[in-house]
């Protein structure tokens, strides 16, 4: 029977959903895969827990997020907040993504690497910022970087590209990668809304955040895109070569304009080969009835695959909320376990 060894970094919503899922499947993982996965270590933004012989899930699935739930269970089992090395078999990143530096993800999995340890990235910032640099790292230690969670939380894009379309030429991939802006353009033509009043009614039911401004001027799905276009079609591109444009202009005259014509507006992340380089963008398009995506509501997302040779794959739906993005990484995590 294996042993992994995991720390946690950061311990926000998506991080306690990540302790949560693995306290309660902890005996189905360890009977299906043979492996005990024992959390080591959890880092919040003003310290860690640390215990070499594995945290008491039992308690910290029950604390709150953030420093003061690892501080409570530090209190409660006599331990001091201490920031050891990271070290261990797989480091799990859930801090916020920081589009600007990348930090302080990228910090903790250039540590993690080089500790010989895998990487399970929920969190985008870092791997927008150097991905390509970090997968050579990876490679040059023996280990592996998994980003599902990055790259649509639960919808599995990343999966589709690397396992489901091996060996096929990958011509475009197009998705509908931000659960937020799908949600304000399904109310705005469901609900012949303004758009102004779609984002409050997103706002009111805790799907769009107070500052929107990542979600509806389409900068999460650019990040989203890269990083599927650097892994899937091995480019080398940052966020500066992504054509980007929001939802924030778009009017209920356009929206009726898309249903005379059996149409829906989309924002639509574009990855495809032009000529003899590729072509990134983000922007609202009128979709068509004969494009599955047109199916894409609320705040669930799609992906459309375009290849030589498998043609057309498409994949529609996973939960826009923390729970799904920790199951993503549970499921990265569990991929690593099963390619050893």
Request: glycine residues 8%.
């Amino acid at each position: 029977m294996k042993q992994k060894r995991i720390i946690v970094t950061g311990y926000g919503t998506v991080g306690k959903e990540f302790i949560e899922l693995l306290y309660r499947k902890k005996e189905l993982f360890l009977k299906q895969y043979h492996t005990e996965l024992m959390v080591t270590g959890v880092v919040g933004s003003v310290g860690m827990v640390y215990e070499s012989e594995g945290l008491d899930l039992s308690i910290l699935h029950q604390l709150p997020t953030g420093s003061i739930g690892i501080s409570q269970y530090a209190s409660m089992k006599d331990l001091v907040l201490e920031s050891p090395a990271i070290k261990g078999d797989i480091l799990v990143e859930c801090t916020p993504t920081n589009i600007e530096t990348g930090e302080p993800a990228l910090s903790y999995i250039k540590k993690a690497l080089e500790a010989n340890m895998d990487i399970v990235s929920v969190s985008k910032g870092a791997l927008v910022h150097c991905l390509p640099e970090l997968l050579a790292i990876a490679k040059g230690k023996g280990c592996h970087i998994k980003y599902s969670g990055a790259t649509a939380a639960a919808l599995p894009t990343l999966d589709i590209g690397e396992f489901s379309l091996a060996g096929s030429t990958i011509q475009s991939i197009k998705g509908i990668l931000n659960g937020t802006s799908n949600f304000i353009l399904t109310s705005m033509s469901e609900g012949n809304l303004t758009f102004e009043k779609a984002l409050q009614l997103a706002q009111e039911n805790g799907i769009a955040e107070k500052n929107p401004e990542l979600d509806i001027k389409g900068l999460d799905s650019a990040c989203k895109i890269l990083l599927l276009a650097n892994g899937l079609l091995h480019t080398n591109l940052t966020l500066e070569d992504v054509d980007i444009d929001g939802i924030d202009k778009i009017t209920k005259a356009d929206i009726q304009r898309a249903k005379i014509n059996s149409c829906e507006w989309k924002l639509i992340a574009t990855a495809k080969k032009q000529r003899d380089k590729f072509i990134l963008q983000v922007k609202p398009e009128m979709i068509p009835p004969e494009n599955p995506l047109i199916h894409v509501k609320g705040t669930n997302k799609g992906i459309l695959f375009e290849t030589e040779e498998m043609g057309a794959i498409c994949c529609v739906g996973g939960a826009s909320h923390p729970r799904g993005a920790a199951a993503a990484a549970m499921k990265d995590m569990i991929n690593l376990i099963r390619q050893e």
